[in-house]
């Protein structure tokens, strides 16, 4: 999905053609496959209830991370939010980080 979206932030940004298309894409949902899967509101409901509140968020958000890491004190690394970066995490972050660079320089030379 970070390629997708990649691909897609680059065609916008250089008027050109995306290379990849939607359905071509493969790769983790951001939450639980139950949720994905669930008919209506009520099976919705009934995984969450199963599976605890914060079940439907894949990793923690940035602003979880950030909360933690400016806090008072350090409260160690077993309680820090974010266990483990998966490939996708890492790309994204990545794509995000090029991206943001390229764009940057793409203005400071104009």
């Given at each position: 999905?970070?390629?997708?979206?990649?691909?897609?932030?680059?065609?916008?940004?250089?008027?050109?053609?995306?290379?990849?298309?939607?359905?071509?894409?493969?790769?983790?949902?951001?939450?639980?496959?139950?949720?994905?899967?669930?008919?209506?509101?009520?099976?919705?409901?009934?995984?969450?209830?199963?599976?605890?509140?914060?079940?439907?968020?894949?990793?923690?958000?940035?602003?979880?991370?950030?909360?933690?890491?400016?806090?008072?004190?350090?409260?160690?690394?077993?309680?820090?939010?974010l266990k483990h970066l998966s490939i996708p995490d890492v790309q994204l972050f990545l794509f995000g980080k090029v991206?943001?660079?390229?764009?940057?320089?793409?203005?400071?030379?104009?």
């Amino acid at each position: 999905m970070t390629t997708l979206i990649s691909d897609w932030q680059e065609s916008g940004m250089w008027h050109v053609p995306p290379v990849l298309m939607a359905y071509e894409m493969t790769g983790e949902l951001p939450c639980l496959q139950e949720l994905w899967e669930a008919n209506d509101a009520v099976e919705f409901e009934a995984v969450i209830a199963a599976k605890g509140h914060d079940c439907w968020r894949r990793t923690p958000s940035l602003r979880q991370c950030v909360d933690v890491l400016m806090g008072d004190a350090w409260p160690g690394v077993e309680r820090f939010p974010l266990k483990h970066l998966s490939i996708p995490d890492v790309q994204l972050f990545l794509f995000g980080k090029v991206a943001l660079h390229r764009n940057i320089n793409t203005l400071q030379a104009n």
